[in-house]
């Protein structure tokens, strides 16, 4: 579903991407972590091909049309640009599909998005006049409402309330059983560690380990990117991670 190879993006004459190789397939549900500037939001821009970069992705390459059936987006921006309803804001998603949004095929998907986001009471509303993570959840419904095979989500959970946050990756984990495949930046590392099938961490623009949660939210790892430790508290609930 998504293959880069040495992906690189230089920003303001400044490198920030370093020839990233990265593949992700149905069934997973890659949570990408690193520091605030270590590029995660730039290797998902660089990939969907929104902005210039050397190396190869496999959607970039793409024309819009068919990188629009294969790929949806939520942006880590949660602008909204005008007073529509929250159901016409999820109408958005099904523009690369026949009905445009309009076609009986499209209510059932809208409807789906609605629902899997708790947002039916909502469907009427002025989509700019709801609370951050309403934004949020309609923004991510728009972006389900798209029914494409992979899904790229830049911090989806941040501004979720704890409840919000555990349904949002509950559900991401559902559609990857569905066989959707799904990257996703995330700062919560002991609900990266629960939900994710992979993490990759990135430090500086480079790949600094790619593989099982385990193997990526290692203690010298974490010093190297983050300069700070972790402690691992194993509970029923799957594991916690408590950054020192
Ligand atoms: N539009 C831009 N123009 C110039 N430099 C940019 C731009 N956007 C990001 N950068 C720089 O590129 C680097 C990577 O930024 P990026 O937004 O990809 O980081 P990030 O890992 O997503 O961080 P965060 O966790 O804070 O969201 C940073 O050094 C940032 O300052």
Request: aromatic residues 4%.
């Given at each position: 579903?998504l293959?880069?190879?040495g ?5 303001r004459?400044?490198p ?9 397939g149905a069934g997973e549900?890659?949570g990408?972590?690193g ?6 939001s ?7 091909g ?10 970039a390459a793409?024309d819009?049309a068919h990188?629009?059936r294969?790929?949806?987006?939520l ?8 007073p529509v309803s929250?159901?016409?804001l ?7 599909w026949p009905?445009?949004g ?8 809208i ?5 899997r986001?708790?947002?039916?009471d909502?469907r009427?509303?002025?989509?700019l006049?709801l ?15 798209q029914?494409?095979?992979?899904l790229?989500?830049?911090?989806p959970i941040?501004?979720?309330?704890p409840?919000q946050?555990?349904s ?15 990257l996703?930046s995330?700062?919560?590392?002991g ?16 790949v600094?380990a790619d593989?099982?949660?385990?193997q990526?939210l290692?203690?010298?790892l974490?010093r190297r990117?983050?300069?700070i430790?972790?402690?691992r508290?194993?509970t029923?609930?799957?594991?916690a991670?408590l950054?020192v």
């Amino acid at each position: 579903m998504l293959v880069l190879r040495g992906l690189s993006v230089t920003r303001r004459n400044r490198p920030v991407l370093h020839g990233v190789n990265l593949t992700l397939g149905a069934g997973e549900v890659v949570g990408l972590i690193g520091p605030n500037g270590a590029g995660k939001s730039t290797l998902m821009e660089a990939a969907l091909g929104l902005i210039p970069f050397d190396g190869t992705s496999n959607l970039a390459a793409m024309d819009a049309a068919h990188r629009a059936r294969a790929a949806a987006y939520l942006p880590q921006s949660r602008e909204i640009a005008w007073p529509v309803s929250v159901e016409d804001l999820v109408a958005l998603g099904r523009i690369p599909w026949p009905g445009g949004g309009r076609g009986a095929g499209d209510r059932a998907a809208i409807d789906a998005a609605l629902t899997r986001m708790g947002l039916q009471d909502f469907r009427k509303r002025t989509a700019l006049r709801l609370s951050g993570g309403e934004q949020t959840r309609a923004l991510i419904a728009r972006a389900l409402a798209q029914e494409t095979p992979l899904l790229i989500a830049d911090e989806p959970i941040a501004g979720l309330d704890p409840a919000q946050q555990l349904s949002c990756l509950r559900l991401f984990r559902a559609l990857a059983a569905e066989g959707h495949g799904l990257l996703v930046s995330i700062h919560d590392l002991g609900l990266a560690a629960r939900f994710c099938t992979r993490l990759v961490l990135l430090d500086k623009g480079h790949v600094l380990a790619d593989g099982h949660p385990d193997q990526v939210l290692r203690d010298d790892l974490l010093r190297r990117a983050f300069g700070i430790g972790a402690r691992r508290i194993d509970t029923p609930d799957g594991p916690a991670i408590l950054p020192v």
